[in-house]
């Protein structure tokens, strides 16, 4: 159960890689096009984190994108997007928040084999919450100018 879980995490995080990436090329603002970077580049990097951690005691766990939980969350998105400016960000960061907590929080539910493990899961879910309210602040600020 465990390991489904955190094949789970591992498969959204490096999804919302990829997705926040592309996202980011688009965005004309340089500090909100920064912080949508780093959230990819922290995604990929808790993933690895969470595979290292693993694969010390002989547990294997890819990135599976067969779930395409980031086609999910672009329909979601695509579907409550405000007309008000950065309307689109805003529902990304929603959406997007609103998965690595349930993700997350399901794996932190779990007996944790490994103490590092825990700290490090606790650590990437505070981290990534305060990475999504830097976006929606710089959101915010892009249109108050």
Not at 35 to 54: G, N, P
Not at 114 to 130: D, G, P, R
């Amino acid at each position: 159960m465990l390991q489904k879980k955190l094949q789970s995490l591992v498969s959204f995080l490096s999804q919302i890689n990829k997705g926040f990436d592309a996202i980011a090329e688009e965005i004309d603002c340089s500090n909100l096009k920064t912080a949508m970077i780093a959230v990819a580049v922290e995604s990929k990097q808790y993933a690895k984190e969470i595979h290292d951690q693993l694969q010390q005691f002989n547990i294997t766990v890819a990135a599976d994108d067969s779930d395409q939980l980031w086609r999910k969350i672009e329909q979601d998105i695509q579907e409550q997007a405000t007309d008000i400016k950065g309307g689109e960000i805003m529902a990304l960061c929603n959406h997007c928040e609103n998965y690595f907590s349930k993700l997350y929080e399901a794996v932190l539910q779990e007996q944790l084999p490994f103490k590092n493990l825990n700290a490090i899961i606790t650590y990437q879910l505070y981290a990534i919450e305060c990475a999504f309210m830097k976006i929606r602040l710089l959101n915010m600020l892009r249109f108050n100018s």
